[in-house]
């Protein structure tokens, strides 16, 4: 079975400041890869997939993530934080598309000012 | 929009009660899914239904059950609440051909005392 792994609980940048939210996971082959962000409140949101090709992929709100297979991981990135990206963080894998999520534990980005 | 509502964002019910919680999605999308969401924890898959009618265990049915009896309508049933089962809801539905967008619903943080 496929697992996630995001190593870090929180993560406190400032504002401006780049952001990098590590995602490591376990799977044979190559996965479908996913970050999530939660907004207090809020359901999930989708912020960007993996499937195949390009291993850098862009997401919405200025977010990246680059897909490394020699390193089983797919770190979220983005140059400069606003505050409004403090949220928590999901990384999720699924064997395929029609396949079920198994999720992170998922980051908390704290941004001070 | 895709629009996936959930009947409550807050409830308080005490153990041993019969709880319903309800998730409706406009979008006429076949697969739905139920989580279960704790800190520390990230997000647990409950139960999923890929049809009408359909259901299948996820990584933590017990003490849950569901019902799918309209495509647009997924209820995640507690037969006799415990404390815990206190914990934040989540469902989520995507379409059959294009799975790996998931969508999700805003929540329901249910207490039961």
């Known amino acids: 079975a496929q697992s996630v792994t995001q190593p870090d609980i929180h993560i406190t940048v400032s504002e401006g400041a780049s952001l990098e939210l590590r995602c490591n996971y376990s799977?044979?082959?190559?996965?479908?890869l996913f970050w999530y962000v939660q907004s207090p409140g809020q359901g999930l949101q989708l912020l960007l997939k993996?499937?195949?090709?390009?291993?850098l992929v862009q997401g919405i709100k200025g977010f990246e993530a680059e897909f490394k297979r020699s390193q089983s991981s797919f770190n979220l990135r983005k140059p400069s934080v606003h505050w409004s990206d403090a949220a928590e963080y999901f990384c999720?894998?699924?064997?395929?598309?029609?396949?079920?999520?198994?999720f992170g534990k998922g980051t908390m980005l704290l941004v001070s000012p | 929009d895709v629009k996936v509502t959930q009947s409550s964002r807050y409830l308080v019910k005490r153990t041993g009660e019969k709880v319903f919680l309800e998730c409706v999605q406009d979008?006429?999308?076949?697969?739905m899914f139920w989580y279960r969401q704790d800190p520390g924890l990230g997000l647990r898959l409950i139960y999923f239904?890929?049809?009408?009618?359909?259901?299948e265990k996820g990584d933590i049915p017990e003490g849950y059950s569901v019902s799918r009896e309209k495509k647009e309508r997924f209820s995640l049933i507690l037969e006799s609440a415990s404390t815990n089962q206190t914990s934040m809801y989540l469902c989520?539905?995507?379409?059959?051909?294009?799975?790996?967008?998931?969508?999700f619903g805003p929540g329901t943080r249910l207490l039961v005392l």
């Open positions: 989520a539905s995507r379409p059959r051909d294009n799975p790996e967008t998931q969508y």
């Open positions: 799977y044979g082959a190559t996965p479908y």
């Open positions: 993996y499937f195949s090709g390009d291993t």
């Open positions: 999720a894998v699924a064997p395929s598309g029609y396949s079920t999520l198994t």
């Open positions: 979008m006429d999308h076949e697969n």
């Open positions: 239904s890929y049809d009408v009618k359909m259901k």
